[in-house]
């Protein structure tokens, strides 16, 4: 609900309902949304706080197997732990389990420009900082087989939306399940306001500070022509419509927010 209250303009009861402290605050990380600096940001604002991750170089059992493990770890850890924030690439059906085991568990996500979303993500993954960007610079070649990928369509969707709403493809009912689930959704684009939104709601509101996991390598694709934006806004329907839903929200609740956050 807290998130429909931002909608209207009420920043004030948002802040009061969307309280971090009130509950584990569990960051769903979707990648290339400026999450890893400001991950490292609110784990010193909430600790003990605890990274849901998988080791990558493990290919005895499936990605898939090793997220849900680290999932369940998680979970046995929090509850005697104490644990106040955590965070991960963690998907939708996590997002259901965690709120299963720990009812006054509190989500935020950030969402990026899809087209930017994708051409970073594809920056990154063939970026030799990147472990195996070799073997993924053979099978994916260029910008056109990347954009292929089924299985890299719809990224955001995948981390905050359900199965059953994703084969649907309704977005409706995708943008009102984050709404409902997520206490807050920031968007890079909106990074400082939305840090600020995120600090407060964390209990010590400030500016961001950090910077992390950019990525610098020039390849050419930073910049994509008009063409090729729209194709990949047609090949990821649901990532741009919740984009453009909680980019319009932000933006009209700036003027409440600002006014509330000084």
């Not at 400026?34 to 010193?44: I, N, P, Q, V």
């Not at 930017?116 to 993924?136: C, K, N, T």
């Not at 309704?170 to 400082?192: K, L, N, S």
């Not at 306001?193 to 407060?200: D, G, H, K, N, V």
């Amino acid at each position: 609900m807290s998130m429909h209250l931002l909608s209207e303009g009420r920043a004030l009861a948002f802040l009061r309902e969307a309280d971090l402290t009130a509950g584990p605050c569990i960051f769903v990380h979707v990648p290339k949304t400026a999450g890893t600096s400001l991950r490292a940001e609110l784990a010193a604002i909430l600790p003990p706080d605890v990274n849901i991750h998988v080791d990558y170089t493990d290919t005895t059992r499936s990605f898939r197997e090793r997220i849900d493990e680290a999932v369940e770890r998680f979970l046995d850890q929090a509850g005697p732990g104490g644990i106040r924030f955590a965070s991960g690439h963690i998907v939708a059906r996590h997002v259901a389990r965690i709120a299963e085991r720990l009812p006054q568990a509190r989500f935020i996500t950030m969402l990026r420009d899809p087209v930017a979303r994708v051409i970073s993500d594809y920056r990154h993954q063939r970026s030799p900082r990147q472990p195996g960007f070799e073997a993924f610079r053979q099978r994916v070649p260029d910008l056109d087989a990347y954009l292929a990928l089924r299985w890299e369509m719809d990224k955001s969707a995948l981390h905050l939306v359900p199965q059953e709403i994703l084969a649907r493809g309704d977005t409706a009912a995708a943008i009102e399940h984050v709404a409902r689930c997520f206490a807050f959704v920031g968007i890079q684009e909106m990074y400082d306001l939305s840090f600020r939104a995120i600090t407060a709601l964390a209990g010590r509101q400030q500016a961001p500070q950090i910077r992390a996991n950019v990525n610098m390598d020039e390849d050419g694709t930073d910049a994509v022509d008009a063409a090729t934006a729209a194709r990949i806004r047609a090949l990821n329907p649901m990532d741009a419509a919740l984009y453009d839903h909680f980019a319009e929200a932000l933006r009209t609740a700036t003027p409440a927010l600002r006014a509330v956050l000084g």
